[in-house]
């Protein structure tokens, strides 16, 4: 038996020797693989002489098992410490400024969302959220747009298989109206949100993308009128546009769920073949607007005899165009990196009215 255990010794000597990984693993492979040390002396067991071969046998496995829980415990040991050294190789600060060389930006319509989160924000506005697949009594008819209403053939839906529980098709919501729906239903007025967020319409060229964003406001309280609506609306535009004095005018229009509703432009000059935003001889359609329908309040349940108020609309992209020179609607989704690193903005600047919105 000192044959045994000589091998023993030597093998407990060469695991505990090891000095990484791949030694370890070389030697189970020499040791107990299908070609092992080991494995080729129990594979020889038929040729030791019967009385010998039970204690032989047993000597082996015994051996065997304790030979590979040395390399299982060895390998864990090895790997936390592999683990230990890499960790305190790859410390970062994450404290330190992002270097110059960083290649990342931020997206215009990121960025865009981040200057109107921004202005709202400090005017007490809260951000609220909904799913980009809506029902139609969301979409359409708690707004007021009933089945039939030429408003449904205007917003170019995008329909899903899939049937709500009422036996509708779902939609791509068309715009971010649904969701003051769904504030209003989940919760008491008072009510000051923005919902920025996607919304779809079948529709594509120069100025229009299947895709597109919009940010909702929607402002309920017990004595909000009009003339909170144009104040709140312009201080927006002057903040955004950063332009203090750009002049802003209302244009009665149509929406079905807002009575009285309204467009609202912003002034213009195209002297010398360029856009510039601020006082001038032309007129910009920023944004639709309203004082919410008293049937839309009631089809969320609030109390339009006690509660009122305004709600507005406006398309991400466009203001986004409008103050930052992009031309082209497409290129916000074509995912070029040239595009990005000229128009994008850098990381970790984030837009505030103090710090300034586009610094
Ligand atoms: N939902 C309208 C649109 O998509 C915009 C809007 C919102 C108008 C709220 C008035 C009030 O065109």
Known sequence: MTDLDDLRTRLIGAVEGAEDLD?????????????????????????A?????????QGLNAIKDEIAGLIEARTAALGDAALEARLRGETVDV????????????????????????????MGFTVA????????????TALNIPPEHPARQMHDTFYVEERDAAGERLVLRTHTSPV??????????PFRLI??????RSDSDMTHTPMFHQVEGLVIGEAIHMGHLKGCLTDFCRA?????????RFRPSHFPFTEPSAEMDIGCSRKGGGLRIGAGDDWLEILGCGM??????????????????FAFGMGIERIAMLKYGIPDLRTFFEADIRWLRHYGFAPLETPSLIGGLSA
């Open 23 to 47: 030694a370890l693993e070389a030697l189970r492979v020499g040791a107990l693989g299908k070609k092992g040390e080991l494995t080729e002396r129990m594979k020889a067991l038929g040729k």
């Open 49 to 57: 002489a019967p009385e010998e071969r039970k204690a032989l046998g």
């Open 95 to 122: 404290t330190l400024p992002v270097r110059p060389e960083s290649q990342g930006r931020i997206h215009p319509i990121s960025q865009t969302i981040d200057e109107i989160v921004a202005i709202f924000g400090e």
């Open 129 to 140: 959220e909904g799913p980009d697949i809506e029902d139609d009594f969301h979409n359409f």
């Open 180 to 189: 003051q729906i769904r504030a209003m239903e989940g919760a008491e007025p």
């Open 195 to 200: 919902v920025p967020g996607r919304t779809y």
């Open 240 to 248: 955004y546009f950063e332009v203090p004095d750009v002049p802003v």
């Open 292 to 309: 919410v329908h008293p049937k839309v309040l009631a089809n969320c349940g609030v109390d339009a005899e006690r509660w009122q108020g």
